[in-house]
Protein backbone atom coordinates (compact mmCIF):
# COMPACT_ATOMS: atom_id res chain seq x y z
CA UNK A 1 0.00 0.00 0.00
CA UNK A 2 1.31 3.37 -0.67
CA UNK A 3 2.02 6.23 1.96
CA UNK A 4 0.66 9.89 1.02
CA UNK A 5 1.24 12.67 2.71
CA UNK A 6 -1.47 14.67 3.49
CA UNK A 7 -1.82 18.30 5.17
CA UNK A 8 -4.53 20.42 6.62
CA UNK A 9 -4.98 24.03 5.12
CA UNK A 10 -6.42 25.45 8.27
CA UNK A 11 -4.44 24.13 11.23
CA UNK A 12 -1.38 23.19 8.96
CA UNK A 13 -1.58 19.36 10.94
CA UNK A 14 0.63 17.21 8.77
CA UNK A 15 0.13 13.25 8.57
CA UNK A 16 1.63 10.51 6.16
CA UNK A 17 -1.35 8.10 5.90
CA UNK A 18 -1.05 4.67 4.55
CA UNK A 19 -3.73 3.83 2.01
CA UNK A 20 -5.11 1.28 -0.66
CA UNK A 21 -5.10 3.81 -3.71
CA UNK A 22 -8.73 2.64 -4.60
CA UNK A 23 -9.88 4.14 -1.54
CA UNK A 24 -10.94 7.70 -1.76
CA UNK A 25 -9.21 10.81 -0.02
CA UNK A 26 -8.76 11.64 3.41
CA UNK A 27 -10.79 15.37 3.37
CA UNK A 28 -11.70 15.42 7.33
CA UNK A 29 -8.41 16.93 9.38
CA UNK A 30 -8.29 14.45 12.46
CA UNK A 31 -6.80 17.46 14.52
CA UNK A 32 -9.23 20.39 13.88
CA UNK A 33 -11.97 18.50 12.29
CA UNK A 34 -12.56 20.59 9.39
CA UNK A 35 -12.76 19.41 5.49
CA UNK A 36 -9.61 20.82 4.56
CA UNK A 37 -7.24 17.74 4.74
CA UNK A 38 -5.69 16.81 1.12
CA UNK A 39 -2.75 15.26 -0.18
CA UNK A 40 0.21 16.87 -0.44
CA UNK A 41 2.82 16.21 -4.03
CA UNK A 42 5.86 14.50 -2.44
CA UNK A 43 9.09 12.76 -4.22
CA UNK A 44 9.06 8.62 -4.35
CA UNK A 45 11.19 7.27 -1.59
CA UNK A 46 13.55 5.80 -4.14
CA UNK A 47 15.54 6.45 -6.95
CA UNK A 48 16.18 4.08 -9.99
CA UNK A 49 20.02 3.85 -10.86
CA UNK A 50 22.00 1.74 -12.69
CA UNK A 51 22.13 0.33 -16.27
CA UNK A 52 18.36 -1.49 -15.44
CA UNK A 53 16.38 -3.58 -17.40
CA UNK A 54 14.98 -0.16 -20.28
CA UNK A 55 19.00 0.15 -20.87
CA UNK A 56 19.31 -3.69 -21.37
CA UNK A 57 16.13 -4.61 -22.44
CA UNK A 58 13.84 -2.20 -24.48
CA UNK A 59 16.11 0.55 -25.08
CA UNK A 60 16.46 -0.24 -28.62
CA UNK A 61 13.18 -2.22 -29.30
CA UNK A 62 14.11 -5.46 -27.74
CA UNK A 63 17.25 -6.01 -29.80
CA UNK A 64 20.08 -7.30 -28.83
CA UNK A 65 23.32 -5.33 -28.01
CA UNK A 66 25.84 -5.54 -30.77
CA UNK A 67 29.14 -6.89 -29.86
CA UNK A 68 31.58 -3.82 -28.88
CA UNK A 69 34.62 -3.45 -31.33
CA UNK A 70 36.73 -5.01 -28.33
CA UNK A 71 34.92 -7.89 -27.55
CA UNK A 72 35.23 -8.76 -31.29
CA UNK A 73 38.78 -8.26 -31.42
CA UNK A 74 39.49 -10.69 -28.88
CA UNK A 75 36.91 -13.45 -29.69
CA UNK A 76 39.35 -16.61 -30.56
CA UNK A 77 40.10 -17.07 -34.55
CA UNK A 78 39.11 -20.79 -35.81
CA UNK A 79 42.25 -22.63 -36.39
CA UNK A 80 41.47 -24.00 -39.79
CA UNK A 81 42.20 -27.64 -38.83
CA UNK A 82 38.60 -29.01 -38.51
CA UNK A 83 39.32 -29.45 -34.65
CA UNK A 84 36.85 -29.12 -32.11
CA UNK A 85 38.61 -26.59 -30.09
CA UNK A 86 36.62 -23.23 -31.56
Known sequence: MPIYDYQCSSCGFR???MRK?????LT????????????????PSFQLTGSGWYATDFKNSGSKPEKK????????????TGCACH
Open 28 to 43: DCPECGKATFAKQLSA
Open 69 to 80: AEEAATAPAACG
Open 21 to 25: ISEPS
Open 15 to 17: KEV
